[in-house]
């Protein structure tokens, strides 16, 4: 007498791994723009804040030394002592890659990047 057997393959169609391989574009697809614009984001607002630490430590700065409204200043030299340093002992920077400058007292600090990023590194 003849056994049958069932044989059974196992493993994926080229159908169903081009379906998972679809959805996971689909997905990347929405998900790596809206991440871009997060970071950009974060880095936007973690510029602002630092934006605003130097404009107090300029307004500390001018008080403590008797210095007037327009008073030139020299970044970073005078304000180091009133700003809380980062973990590398420095003033911190744009996480963007861009420079801060503070000229006068009453001024407002800028970064270089300002208005050539979306969203904006100016103070509001």
Do not use: W
């Not at 998900?31 to 605003?52: D, G, Y």
């Amino acid at each position: 007498m003849k056994q049958t057997k069932n044989i059974r393959n196992a493993g994926f169609t080229l159908v169903e791994i081009m379906i998972v391989v679809a959805i996971i574009g689909l997905l990347a697809a929405i998900a790596i723009p809206n991440f871009v614009k997060a970071r950009a984001t974060s880095q936007a607002n973690a510029c602002i804040n630092n934006l605003r630490q130097i404009d107090a430590a300029a307004n500390q700065f001018a008080l403590e030394t008797k210095k007037k409204t327009g008073d030139a200043i020299t970044y970073p030299t005078d304000l180091t002592p009133y700003i809380k340093m980062d973990s590398g002992g420095n003033i911190p920077a744009c996480p963007a890659g861009g420079t801060y400058s503070d000229a006068s007292v009453g001024s407002q600090p800028a970064c270089s990047l300002a208005s050539t990023v979306t969203p904006s590194h100016i103070l509001p």
